[in-house]
């Protein structure tokens, strides 16, 4: 008899995630034909829910990391033992439409070359979240972080995040890291996310520290997730605007890192430290830009 296939790793990083693990775990049970092993790299969570979900599947495992040691070290953890094969890593409020976990594998086997594989991510209220982007660059960055909330149709929001182009099994400067699939020995061969980045960001460096390494990054919208999203921002708004905006910075400073981009660098700090203020106290600012697209437009055309 042929050996039985390897468990897909999948790991969610928890922290009190409340009922939505119930529906990431169930979801998963029409999402792949392949057997799964689910890792909760639990980052303290005190709701219960990480321990209930582990004793009532057998396949869900929970690893306590020791404390709310932030997103990207969290999942380092839940992927230490594994260096071949695939990985999936998601957020536990994220659902899976049935197909979707094979149909990630199966544009992964299309790219060699990808080191991760990102779906389409619908919001709850069925819009098409913008979860394939361009890395940031100073311009776009600038332009998306200053304006965006005012007039989400400008032409650097609309650039970084692709909004004017169709959804199409494409490659993309990083995808979000609330779900996606990821080579595994892509993913060591850089160290994993960086621990430095508490929340926020570790997905785009991540994937900026790949493709200098010749690795892709391959949005396949033939696979389709649900991500209710935004639990910790509504538990510590000001708190999770501070850390967005400090992720920003170290991201966007290391760009620049030589002795002669210090004056960059410091009017980047003032920047965001002025839009971090102003996020304290207008929820537009901290809200940022509007999606423009819905469902309606979720119609993906594969490569070729």
């Not at 200053?146 to 650039?159: H, I």
Request: proline share 8%.
């Amino acid at each position: 008899m042929p050996d039985a296939p390897t468990p897909l790793r999948v790991v969610a990083v928890t922290y009190s995630p409340g009922e939505a693990l119930d529906g990431f775990v169930e979801s998963l049970a029409q999402a792949t034909s392949r057997p799964v092993e689910v890792v909760l790299a639990d980052n303290g969570s005190t709701d219960g829910a990480p321990e209930r979900s582990a004793a009532g599947h057998p396949h869900v495992r929970l690893l306590r990391t020791g404390g709310n040691i932030g997103y990207g070290a969290a999942a380092n953890a839940g992927l230490a033992d594994r260096t071949e094969g695939y990985a999936l890593i998601a957020n536990p409020d994220v659902r899976f439409e049935p197909g979707s976990v094979d149909e990630l594998l199966a544009v992964a086997a299309r790219w060699p070359r990808a080191a991760t594989v990102g779906p389409a991510i619908r919001t709850p209220d069925g819009d098409l979240y913008p979860s394939a982007r361009d890395l940031p660059s100073l311009s776009t960055g600038a332009g998306h972080a200053l304006l965006g909330w005012v007039w989400p149709a400008n032409p650097w929001t609309a650039r970084y995040r692709r909004e004017r182009e169709s959804p199409r099994e494409r490659t993309a400067g990083w995808l979000s890291g609330s779900c996606f699939l990821v080579d595994l020995a892509a993913f060591h061969s850089v160290g994993g996310f960086d621990p430095g980045y508490f929340m926020y960001f570790e997905d785009v460096d991540l994937a900026e520290r790949l493709g200098r390494r010749g690795w892709l990054h391959v949005y396949a919208p033939s696979a389709v997730v649900v991500h209710e999203g935004g639990h910790a921002t509504r538990r510590e708004p000001h708190r999770m605007q501070r850390v967005h905006h400090t992720s920003a910075l170290r991201y966007l400073s290391g760009q620049y890192p030589r002795r002669r981009h210090a004056p960059l660098r410091v009017l980047l700090r003032a920047g965001l430290g002025g839009r971090m203020l102003v996020s304290y106290v207008s929820g537009r600012v901290a809200a940022g830009a509007r999606f423009q697209r819905g469902a309606d437009e979720l119609r993906p055309a594969r490569k070729g």
